[in-house]
Each structure stands twice: as C-alpha cells, then as structure tokens.
C-alpha cells in the first residue's frame, strides 16, 4: 500500500512585511484512494499569518466543525 504524500509550492517564498503571497498544496495518494485528507501545515505564527484558503476543483468540503479551520497559534 503506497502513502500519500503531500507537495507545497512554492517552496521557498521572499515576501516584504504586509505583503501577501499564496501556496499550493496538492496530495498525490500514489496509486491509492483517498476519501479525506488533513494537511497541518507549522510555520511561526510571528511571521506569518494564514487568512484563507479554496478546497480543488477535484475535492469536496466537508462540512463538520473544525474541518475547515484556520490557526494560527505557535506550536513548536
């Protein structure tokens, strides 16, 4: 059985202070079948804030609490 794996683009990003800039996350189940996928993504909270983000085309939301959450506390 393959694992999914999970992809971030860009990899490396050189923003100024305020500006705002986008990733793409994309999951690739290597020949399986995913029927749900959570992605936590750590990053310092400081430096970076998440504001938003769009559910593919290919995927469906799904609509129980705290699936579609954003937090952005410190944890490391």
């Known amino acids: 059985m393959a ?3 999970a992809l ?3 990899s490396d990003v050189k923003v100024a202070a305020g500006q705002q800039f986008n990733v793409v ?3 690739n189940p290597n020949g399986g079948s995913d029927f749900a996928e959570q992605v ?3 990053f310092p ?3 970076i804030q998440v504001t938003s983000f769009n559910i ?3 995927w469906m939301s799904l609509t129980q609490p705290g699936y579609d959450s954003i937090d952005n506390v410190m944890e490391f």
């Open 3 to 5: 694992a999914t794996t």
């Open 8 to 10: 971030i683009t860009p």
């Open 25 to 27: 996350i994309a999951v």
């Open 56 to 58: 593919g085309s290919n």
């Open 45 to 47: 909270a400081d430096l």
């Open 40 to 42: 936590k993504v750590d």
